[in-house]
């Protein structure tokens, strides 16, 4: 296999954005070859299959979503509460909303997953990797809830985003005036 780790995140980072625009139907390896402007079948040398492009995409959507060493630093030292958790959720919702072509094939994504048990199965490791990472920053940074209240804030976040990056039924409230309401509502 090719081993040109740069080119590889451009390619992925192309499928991405063939993912977000043109939804699963439209991901093939000579849309995401065209996307990156490589030769045709590049794409198929660094991802031989459609689950092996899947996969990848799956890794860099992990890649481009991490926190930054210096947001997780000024967390580290902050003082525990409901204020330090309101930051945390809207560090993950502005990751999640400035790139939107990354959230929109996550959706994409997650709607192949619901139909193909293989794509469900990429994407629900990587899923509860997440969650099991969220709920032991939460543990450690000592702020309130557990699984259940994190559980109810993905399920809170997913829509919002949902919302936000399609047909937002409320424009006028801003995203962290929805955020502080999510956290006074589910964590008392």
Not at 96 to 108: G, H, I, N, Q, S
Not at 121 to 133: N, S, T
Not at 159 to 184: C, F, K, M, N
Request: hydrophobic share 45%; charged share 30%; no cysteine.
């Amino acid at each position: 296999m090719v081993k040109n780790d740069s080119r590889r995140r451009t390619i992925a980072d192309a499928g991405l954005a063939v993912l977000a625009r043109e939804g699963s139907r439209g991901l093939t390896h000579r849309a995401v070859d065209v996307a990156a402007q490589v030769p045709i079948g590049t794409t198929s040398n660094y991802f031989r299959s459609r689950d092996a492009l899947i996969e990848g995409l799956v890794e860099r959507i992990g890649e481009r979503l991490a926190p930054s060493a210096d947001d997780l630093e000024r967390r580290s030292k902050a003082a525990p509460g409901p204020a330090l958790f309101a930051d945390y959720l809207r560090d993950i919702v502005r990751r999640l909303t400035d790139d939107r072509d990354v959230t929109l094939a996550l959706f994409e994504l997650r709607l192949e997953g619901g139909r193909r048990p293989e794509v469900a199965a990429v994407l629900g490791a990587w899923q509860r990797a997440g969650f099991d990472a969220d709920v032991a920053f939460n543990t450690a940074a000592g702020l309130p809830g557990g699984r259940r209240e994190i559980a109810l804030f993905h399920y809170a976040i997913d829509g919002l985003l949902l919302d936000r990056l399609t047909t937002p039924i409320d424009q006028e409230t801003s995203t962290d005036d929805v955020i502080d309401d999510l956290v006074a509502g589910l964590i008392r």
